[in-house]
Structure formats: C-alpha cells, structure tokens
C-alpha cells in the first residue's frame, strides 16, 4: 500500500485554497421530486452527478450520505462509487457519512471497505460512532494511518437526542463526548497543520466553552441552513477551535438544484458568510 499524504495536511491544504466548505450529497426522495426528478436509480445518478460537477472543483469537501445510495441495494451503491471517483477526481476530498461502529473483525471490514485505497468505495475520510467504547475504532484507526485517510468521530452531535449520550458524566468526572474529544486530541498530537482524526460537533449546539475542542483535528460542522444555524454562529460555538471547523451545509445548498450554475451561486454564498464570520477570528 502507497500511503496518501495525511489526510489532516491534505484537508488543511484544500481549506487554505477553497474555503472550509462542505457541501453534502444526500439524495433523498424529497430533494429529488424538488428536483422534478423520480425516486430511482436514474434520479439518484442524475442528482449525484449533478452535484459533483457543480461542486467538485470548487469546494474543500463533498459528503454523500450513504443511506440514501443504500436504499437502492447494489445499483444504488455503484452511483456512490461512480460519485465519490469522480468527485476525487475533480479534486474534492470526499468524506464518506457513513457512522459506521462495531467492533473487532466487524469494524475492521468496515474499515477496510471505506479506507483501504483499493476499495471501489475509499474516501478520503469515514465517520464513525464511538458509542460501543473508542477503543473499538482501533481497526478504522490503524487503516486510516497506513492509508493516508481519516475518521470523524460522532462526539457531540446536533440532534437532540445525543445529549443523553454524549453529555452523560462519566465516573471520572468528564462527559463521554468530551472523553471522546479527549481521545482524538491523543490520536493528534504532533501532527501538523492538522491532525487526521476530527469530530463531529454540531453547529446548532450554542455555548461549548465547557469542551476542549481544540483538539489538534477538524471539527466537522453540521447544521448550517436547514437545521438552523448560520455561518455567522461559528466563532461562538467553536471558539478558538474555530480555524478547524468544516462547515456541513448540505439542504441550503441542495435545494437550488438541478440548475449548476443555482447551486454554485448557493454554495458561493455560503461560503462568502463563512469567509465573513470568520474574518474577524
């Protein structure tokens, strides 16, 4: 196996030249009746390659959505093979949304259906949840360092129900989501610009000056448009960590399909707010 560059240096690097933006590629059946189009194989292939050539070349990550190419069995998942080549190809980092979590020789063939280079599948980046114990990512760990690829994990997410999880206190004293944090910020030391093992933290979370998330990795940011928060929420959510933040925005932008020239202006938009809240930091 021929290693990428750390994913952390390539990501940092895209964010430098296109902006944090990520912009998600979920084709569920509402987005593609908005579209005009039906929910099957021919409206997903026409939305996902939509999408690609409206974003691939200009911002720093696409995120497809695996359920939503799942639900359509095999076809479903050779359009996601088709998407996520093309979209690499054009020079987007693909980060697959895809939480898988289990364990042992489970989580390693995950790991290795996602993050091993020769995979039709691999992405530059998998989410994962933690929530069956960090130590069980070992597998995805170790793949995503021999390859060059990275991990998102599920620490303090933006639906309302991950509270009773991730803000559990734990014996010691700490939150799980922030024992998750913790983990991630060892996984990252020493790594520079950027370390390769990021969270997912939700924009629409409001004050988390109690958590360290400045933890050496990107923070992957949903809830931007659709869920409610705006670029402008940045710097009070992520504080100091706010130079790490991927924004996710996936629905603001989607919606303005199928016209490419609609959906670049979207994401433009988008990304001069983000540029805009930022500026200031």
Known sequence: MSPLEPFGARLRRAMDERGPLCVGIDPHASLLAEWGLNDDIAGLERFSRTVVEAMADRVAVLKPQSAFFERFGSRGLAVLETSVQEARAAGALVVMDAKRGDIGSTMA?????????????????????????????????????????????????????????????????????????????????????????????????????????????????PGIGAQGATPADLPRVFGSAVRNVVPNVSRGVLRHGPDVSALRGAAERFATEIQAALAGV
């Open 109 to 221: 063939a995950y790991a290795e259906a996602f993050l091993h280079p020769d995979a039709p599948l691999f992405s530059d980046a998998l989410t994962v949840s933690p929530y069956l114990g960090y130590g069980s990512l070992s597998p995805a760990v170790a793949l995503a360092r021999e390859s060059g690829a990275g991990l998102f994990v599920l620490a303090l997410t933006s639906n309302p129900e991950g509270g009773e999880v991730q803000h559990a206190i734990r014996p010691d004293g700490r939150t799980v989501g922030a024992t998750m944090l913790a983990h991630l910020a060892a996984e990252n030391a020493g790594e520079e610009p950027l370390g390769s093992f990021g969270a997912v933290v939700g924009a629409t979370l409001g004050d988390l000056s109690s958590y360290d998330l400045d933890m050496g990795g990107p923070l992957l940011a």
